[in-house]
């Protein structure tokens, strides 16, 4: 029983990782039509964000090296605009945080995503609420090396626009005959908004 149970909730958290959305599925010409319905007047009064970010790197002739960091960040609205809330906020959080104020808001949909700069990406749009998929995989063979890379990004906004989840993962892969190096990366940010 114990041994399902540990079976069952790695499954779950698989499928987590690999969809974000809660949503309805639309296309990306209605989920741009959706974005401009948005009321971004919002009563936010406070915002708290945590984050989570880890680096492994292993390979052969290579010593496993293992990063990561977690962090949180208190924010508060005065006079219209977002400031820290805390001096005890970690750096990588304000920056991040502003980062997803300023960049990743509904509001400049258009301005930060890169859709159609990279081939072989897939892009799901769903709505109710606003959420986003985004998946990027490429394989090359040159001159007796054989490299990969898969990027998933997920993103999930409320009502107003702000981002409430953003997930990125990145494996990356290369190998000859004799050498294999891998390396993943993974970040996860949660902001909730009162």
Do not use: M, R
């Given at each position: 029983m114990k041994k399902l149970s540990k079976i069952t909730i790695g499954?779950?958290?698989?499928?987590?990782?690999?969809?974000?959305?809660?949503?309805?599925?639309?296309?990306?010409?209605?989920?741009?039509?959706?974005?401009?319905?948005i009321d971004?007047?919002?009563?936010?009064?406070?915002?708290?964000?945590?984050?989570?970010?880890?680096?492994i790197t292993k390979g052969t002739n290579i010593e496993?090296?293992?990063?990561?960091?977690?962090?949180?960040?208190?924010?508060?609205?005065?006079?219209?605009?977002?400031?820290s809330g805390s001096d005890k906020n970690d750096s990588k959080a304000d920056s991040q945080f502003m980062y997803l104020l300023n960049y990743v808001h509904l509001s400049c949909f258009d301005e930060f995503f890169y859709e159609d700069t990279?081939?072989?990406t897939e892009v799901k749009y769903y709505v109710n609420p606003f959420s986003l998929d985004w998946a990027y995989?490429?394989?090359?063979?040159?001159?007796?090396?054989?490299?990969?890379?898969?990027?998933?990004?997920?993103?999930?906004?409320d009502d107003y626009g702000y981002v409430t989840y953003f997930l990125h993962e990145e494996e990356y892969k290369v190998s000859d005959s004799n050498n294999e190096m891998h390396s993943s990366r993974y970040t996860k940010i949660r902001v909730v908004y009162n």
């Open positions: 499954l779950i958290i698989v499928t987590s990782i690999c969809s974000c959305s809660k949503g309805t599925k639309t296309t990306k010409e209605k989920f741009v039509e959706k974005i401009g319905n971004f007047k919002d009563n936010y009064k406070k915002a708290k964000l945590s984050y989570v970010n880890s680096e496993p090296e293992k990063k990561g960091l977690k962090c949180s960040g208190i924010y508060v609205k005065e006079n219209g605009s977002w400031v990279l081939s072989d995989k490429s394989e090359d063979k040159d001159h007796g090396y054989k490299s990969s890379q898969e990027i998933h990004e997920c993103y999930e906004w």
